[in-house]
């Protein structure tokens, strides 16, 4: 006689004794993920995002340097963006050595010790939001539906109303650069220093993040992101005059051009929007690594080349029934991982020590600062 055999997304279970129910397995809730299609509540004008500060910490050890936009007072010269410079030929080398790489390595990742650091020198009112989340996370999150070849994990933590969210230290990869990326940060200096000729080239990773919120339905989500340039003149330190940068390989035949239009345009509107960008420069380059052009694009370009594939409501709308579904099933200081599949996407209350701690010591309105 077989035993009874129970299926979550991907993953199955066989019941203890034949013909039997099977056990649930070890996590308490789940959420089917539908066909990227059947999302489709919400659009981007239901989507309201506001820039609230900066920061700058370039390294771990470094003081963190903080503006907020309500402040009244001047942008400090550590958390100026810079401005956008142009190559002056072609082609350019993006190959990094190992002293470059030393001192271009930045916090390059997300952490809410960062954005509490933030809030709490800018004192800024913490109560309001929901969730706070990177904005790699985010981008992670929207695009669920159409990578349903996708796995992802999380942390969670819920204090003082908020679910804050964090990477966890033990995915593969996590804080690792390939070689394509650190290419990228080298084109990300490149942008704003002109070439590595110039006189104004450092070699270095300027990370200077805008702190913002994202309200969508009922949620109200603080995040920051690095903003890497913006244009030059008068019409400084707008969100409209910031610039995304990304590099991409050479668009050849149709299947490259394809291939860009399937997958990086919807990842990069992603990108974009969560960072509340509207233009994007493509830096394309060879396998090898040698920067041959460079193109602008908006995010309405991004989702016309999209269209064919991908819908942005259906990404806005599944991650806000995705946030829904974690408000509905976690509680007031319990900490949780959170896991996707592609199929489904799976909550366990867990004890994350780390985690808990790490706001504790870090969140303004917390009664275990003296633990700081």
Known sequence: ?????????????????????????????????????????????????????????????????????????????????CELRLPLSFPVNLHINEKEKSSMKSISYFSSRYVLNWAEKEEFDLSPITFCASRALLKKLMLTPSHRRGIWHSWIYVFKGTVFFESDPEEPNHGDANEAAWWGTKFEDIMRTGDTGTPGYKGEDVSVRVTRVINIGQHHILTAAKVTCQFPGCMKDIPENYIELKTNTELGGRSDQTWFAKNKTQAVWAHCLVGNLSTVYFGFRTRQGLLTSVSKYSSADLERQGKPFWKSGEMLSFLDTLLSWIRENVEEGASYTLDCDGDTVSLSKKELPSLVNMIHKNHPGSPYRTQR
């Open 1 to 81: 006689m077989e035993l009874g055999v129970y299926k979550i997304g991907k993953r199955y279970y066989a019941s203890s004794q034949p013909g039997s129910t099977p056990a649930v397995p070890d996590y308490d809730h789940v959420l089917f993920i539908r066909d990227r299609w059947c999302y489709s509540d919400v659009s981007r004008s239901d989507v309201n995002i506001t820039d609230i500060g900066r920061f700058r910490k370039d390294k771990p050890d470094d003081e963190i340097q903080t503006w907020s936009n309500g402040s009244g007072e001047q942008i400090p010269e550590e958390c100026e963006i």
